[in-house]
Structure formats: structure tokens, C-alpha cells
């Protein structure tokens, strides 16, 4: 038997594609339980070789040595807006052992919400919110739908350490998981030996502290930007004030960064 009502049809959206995989797999298990996966799953991407049309004859086929089906189709972001007629034609009268799993890149479309909220789906964003209040949230829910007790101390720095990379939180909770066991209770000290490279921030971490005149908390900001790649944000940044000469003066000067004028070599 598998682990969750038969026939809703689900939809996961979001920017980071791995978030979106991530969420993607957790439904399928979900959906799947105690099932045959091999049996049970059909894995379809949208493309030039599988179109809606596809896609709507694999999830209107009834289930073969199973008592249901899960079709994951990804790459909806793909389909038009004819596309999209027809798929709602089909969710109107779905299948009843047919579980169809929607992954869209990015904001899904108001029209395919619509859709799958009207027939009593399940919608749901990966996006997590750029402040720290944000993540902490979203580590929060994922460490405790883990089963793994961490102190709050190690929260705190999983928060700090994984910054906007937040897709690897759930690849670090497996490590987690498995080498310390279900439900183990971990402090800072066994979690920080996998905690891998400090995330990026966002931009405003970094304004924010130079605005505030913090120069320690304006560095570690700076630094991480540039470890993750976001060099000419970072730079973009700190020169935002040519219509503010004093602000642009300040951060410059807060961060370290010399001025060369014209005629030095």
C-alpha cells in the first residue's frame, strides 16, 4: 500500500532547481510508501519527444501489478498556453489511481495554480525568503522533519554556515543521519566537521552592516559574496554611491578599499 490518498494532483514550483528536485523526491516517496517504486513510477520531461499529449495518455493509464500509479512529469514550465488547456481538461477528470506530480522551474503560472488548487491539489513553492529570519525557518522545518535533535547552538550555525545555499541542507541531514543514526541529538561540535564551505549572503547583509558602520560583520559579508562567485554584485555594491558621494566615500573607506586617482601607476 502506498502513503497518501490516491488521486490529488500536486504541483512544486521554485526557483532552485534543486530545491524543486529535492521537494519533487520527498512527494514521490511519499506517494509511493511501502509501494513498488518500479512498478509505481513513470518519469516523464517535458521536451521536444514528450509532449502534453504524452504526458496525459501515461497519466490516464490504469496502474499494472500495482494498485496505482505516480506520474512525475518535469519541465512544465515548458508547456504553452494550449498546453496548458489541455492539461486542465484532463485534471478536471483525472484517473483516480493516477498520481500526477507537476514540477515547474520557477513561479508556476496563476492559470496552472488555478488548475490544480480547483480540483483540490496540493501547490506548493520551494522558495525560501533571502532574510536570516527566512532561512532559519526553513532549516527549522527540514531539521525537524529530519527525526535528528539538534541544539539550538548547531541551528544557529547551520543557518550561518549554509547562508542562501540552503539546497544543501538536505544532503547535509542525510550525512547527518547516517553517520550519527536516527534521532541522534547533536551539538556544535558534531556538526561543524560537515558543514563544508560558508554559503553565500544576500546583498544586503553587506550594505546593511557598511550603513551601520560594522566593519568586521561588512568583511565576512564581503568575503562570502565573492567565495560564492557574486564578485561584480559584490563590487556593484560598494561603489552604489556615485550619487551619494559620502555613502560611496564611507563604504570604501569601511571596507579598506584605496582610491586611485589619476596619475598613480
Known sequence: MSGAPAG?????????????????????????????????????????????????ATAGTPPFLSDRRVVVARGVERLGSDDLAVLRSYLAEPLPTTDLVLIHQGKAPKRLVDAVTSVGGVVASTEVGASRRDRSTFVEAHVGSSGLHLSGAARSLLVDQLGEDVNRLSGLLDTL????????????????????????????????????????VALEALARMVQAGAVERADALTRNGIAQPRRYRRRRELLGIRESRVGEG
Do not use: C, K
Not at 524543486?20 to 518500479?38: F, Y
Open 177 to 216: 543521519s547516517s553517520t550519527f543514526g536516527p534521532g541522534a541529538r547533536l551539538d556544535v561540535e558534531d556538526v561543524t566537521p560537515y558543514l563544508g564551505d560558508q554559503g553565500g549572503v544576500p546583498p544586503w547583509d553587506l550594505t546593511d552592516a557598511i550603513d551601520r558602520g560594522d566593519r568586521p
Open 8 to 56: 490529488r494532483p500536486h504541483l512544486l514550483h521554485g526557483s532552485d532547481e534543486a530545491l524543486v528536485s529535492q521537494a519533487a523526491a520527498e512527494v514521490v516517496r511519499t506517494l509511493v510508501g511501502d509501494g513498488e517504486r518500479t512498478l509505481m513510477v513513470d518519469d516523464l520531461l517535458i521536451d521536444d519527444d514528450v509532449n502534453v499529449h504524452r504526458l496525459i
